[in-house]
């Protein structure tokens, strides 16, 4: 599974931008798909996780009725859509999939390690 990002770009404060994350080499609806970001000098941060039956979808409290992850399945591509944009949002954002290894997996798993990921897309918020 390869994963290519785009959408990433220079926003100011309060606006939206979405991300998408186009897959290659095999169909995206067999894989849980998520979202994680990394800004200067921190750590990689989980932004969002779906599985692969488009539910139980997580999201971090800091982007919590912000964003939202979506996929479509025909398309071999998920999404990002990113709205009311905070300085504190700017980062290298990258997709991420795996395989499902069922519930209990999911309840302690984070797309910060999972097997497949993009090159990542620049977003930077402005004030």
């Known amino acids: 599974l390869h994963l290519v990002e785009a959408g990433g770009g220079l926003v100011k404060s309060d606006e939206s931008l979405t991300l998408s994350c186009a897959a290659t080499g095999a169909p995206l609806g067999n894989y849980a798909v998520g979202w994680y970001r990394q800004a200067p000098g921190k750590e990689r941060e989980a932004v969002s996780r779906?599985?692969?039956?488009?539910?139980?979808?997580y999201y971090s409290d800091s982007v919590q009725g912000r964003f939202t992850i979506s996929r479509d399945n025909d398309a071999n591509t998920m999404y990002l859509k990113m709205n009311s944009l905070k300085v504190e949002d700017t980062a290298v954002y990258f997709c991420?999939?795996?395989?499902?290894?069922?519930?209990?997996?999911?309840?302690?798993?984070?797309?910060?390690?999972?097997?497949?990921r993009g090159q990542g897309t620049q977003v930077t918020v402005s004030s």
């Open positions: 991420a999939a795996d395989f499902w290894y069922g519930p209990h997996w999911w309840t302690t798993t984070s797309p910060t390690e999972w097997r497949y």
């Open positions: 779906m599985t692969i039956y488009g539910d139980n979808i």
